[in-house]
Structure formats: C-alpha cells, structure tokens
C-alpha cells in the first residue's frame, strides 16, 4: 500500500515523502496516529504544499533552537548531591536533575533532549550535549558539587 508520510517516521522516511508499507501497518499504525495518509491522485496534488509549509516550520525551529544553543552554551549550572568521602556519589545525576536546575534557571527543555553518556557518579565538571533539534546541538556546562 502506498501513503504519504505526514511525519518524520524513523527507519521510514520523512515528511512528504510516498512510500509503500504493508497495508496492516498503515492501516493499523501510521493512519490513526495520523502520520500518513493514502496516496490517491487527490492526496499526491497537495503533498507539495505541505512540504513547503513543512520546511518553513523546520527552519523556524532550527533558527529558535540555535538561540537557545547559544543560551545554553553560556550557561553553568551547579548541581548539588551528597557524596562520600572518596568524592562518589550517593546515587547518580540523571537527566532529570539536570533539566530541574535548568528550570531554575528559567530554560524549559525536555529531559529527553538532554545526552548523559555515562552516569555521572563523581564530583567534578561535565560537559553534557543537549539535542535541540536535529540539526543543532548544544554543550551544557554541569559542575556536581559536595552538598
């Protein structure tokens, strides 16, 4: 069955583009989570449209993702956790704390935005990569202190 893709799909493909999928998963899936539609004549006429609005929005979250790139990169944020004496942590910094004190400090982001490859369990400072968009990233400066 072909449909257009109202979305980005992962491993799919991505707005405004045809693709042919097994009916069941159009059907079943993408449809009622209205991330495609058929591809009739009528559908096909107006993909075009939609593609250009697409871009538009994607280059306006792209250029607001770069301003607050450039906030976060600025910002240093100090997190507070007990420690023992050899300077480990009692437990871990997750992402979850990372985006609260970035709520305090009045940005907004998604914690699942925010890359912690390892779990940090130490003292010291950390660079961590937040993922705005997909074209832009920021490092965000974390200093975990003694509390």
Known sequence: MKVILKAD???????????????????????????????TE?????????????????????????VLAAKLEALSLTIRQSAGESDRLFGTVTTMDVAAALEKEGVTIDRRQITIEEPIKTLGIYTIPVKLHPEVSASLKVWVVKE
Not at 13 to 35: D, F, H, Q, S, W
Not at 43 to 66: H, I, P, S, T, W
């Open 9 to 39: 799909v992962e491993r799919l493909g991505k707005v405004g583009e045809v693709v042919t999928v097994a009916p069941g998963y159009a059907r079943n899936y993408l449809m009622p989570r209205r991330l495609a539609f058929e591809a």
């Open 42 to 66: 009528q559908n096909l006429a107006g993909v075009e449209l939609e593609k250009r609005r697409y871009a538009k929005a994607q280059a306006r979250a792209a250029k607001e993702a770069g």
